[in-house]
């Protein structure tokens, strides 16, 4: 008799009791008749931080996680105690999904694709010419490469830490001919001409809460993403709701970060829509 395929995964990340990633990835692995736990790892519970990712990924391994998922603040701090990095994680810079293999950490990065996703399907015809992205960190990145890969022209990013800001610019420009991505400087003037808002900052989450841009500077003419889904409301998307913006939630980033997430820890394909439908039912 064949035995039961199991997998134990978790999340590393502060602040994220309120994480719907463990049922998804448990919901959907009961639907496939796999035994599958997983963990919230939160430094802000367990009084850690970044700096104490080593002793996580080595625990982690000793107690025979499969793998891990990572988010903010640490999805670029994981990358120089991993071995191995997927083409995809290489090129953005960041990690959010870690696979122990033969002894070896693996990472991955499904935060590109996930965002990706969601763009198509619930912004896929809008105007792409000129966008403003908030933030420059882990998820920044992967967001940056998915927007100039879904057909933005010109991306002008806005961080509090220029110099991070820089790099992204700097790997993008790399990756991308006709070097279209830019380090922000006016935040009131790109916002004036842009066709699309996106916030890949924490700003807006339960834990911190508030919006990424002053809101007098938001107007009708632009489409406003956000990447936080919990709440799946920000204080962003409201305002810019109440201008007529179109808007996109966080949602749909998170549940095809975790389609592919499930499907590196586990080996079995996911059913995308089944997910979809089990985020929908814990959001509601």
């Not at 590393?12 to 990835?25: D, F």
């Not at 107690?63 to 290489?90: H, M, R, W, Y």
């Not at 990706?116 to 015809?125: M, W």
């Not at 279209?180 to 924490?202: E, H, Y």
Request: aromatic share 6%; net charge negative; glycine share 12%.
């Amino acid at each position: 008799m064949s035995k039961t395929p199991s997998i134990l995964a978790g999340l590393i990340g502060a602040g994220i009791q309120a994480s719907l990633t463990p049922s998804m990835h448990e919901q959907e692995g009961d639907a496939q008749g796999i035994r599958y736990l997983y963990r919230l790892i939160d430094l802000d519970m367990l009084k850690l931080d970044s700096n104490n990712l080593e002793e996580l990924l080595v625990a982690a391994e000793r107690t025979g996680f499969t793998g891990l998922n990572i988010t903010f603040p640490c999805k670029q701090a994981v990358i120089p105690l991993l071995d191995e990095l997927s083409p995809e994680a290489s090129g953005i810079g960041a990690v959010n999904t870690v696979v122990f293999k033969d002894g070896r950490r693996i990472g991955h990065n499904t935060d590109c694709l996930g965002f990706a996703e969601g763009l198509r399907r619930g912004l896929g015809d809008v105007g792409k010419g000129r966008v403003v992205q908030m933030g420059a960190g882990g998820a920044g990145a992967a967001v940056a490469h998915a927007l100039l890969k879904e057909g933005v022209r010109q991306l002008q990013i806005f961080d509090v830490d220029a110099e991070r800001a820089r790099g992204l610019v700097n790997n993008l420009n790399q990756h991308f001919n006709g070097s279209p991505a830019q380090v922000g400087l006016d935040l009131a003037t790109a916002l004036a001409s842009a066709d699309g808002l996106v916030n890949t900052t924490p700003m807006g989450m339960a834990k911190l809460p508030g919006m990424p841009v002053p809101k007098a500077l938001l107007h009708g003419g632009l489409w406003v993403a956000e990447i936080v889904y919990f709440p799946l409301e920000t204080e962003l998307l409201r305002e810019a709701r109440s201008l007529g913006c179109r808007t996109l939630d966080g949602g749909n980033m998170a549940v095809f970060q975790a389609v592919k997430a499930f499907e590196l820890f586990s080996g079995a394909s996911a059913d995308a829509r089944r997910m979809l439908d089990h985020f929908s039912r814990l959001t509601a």
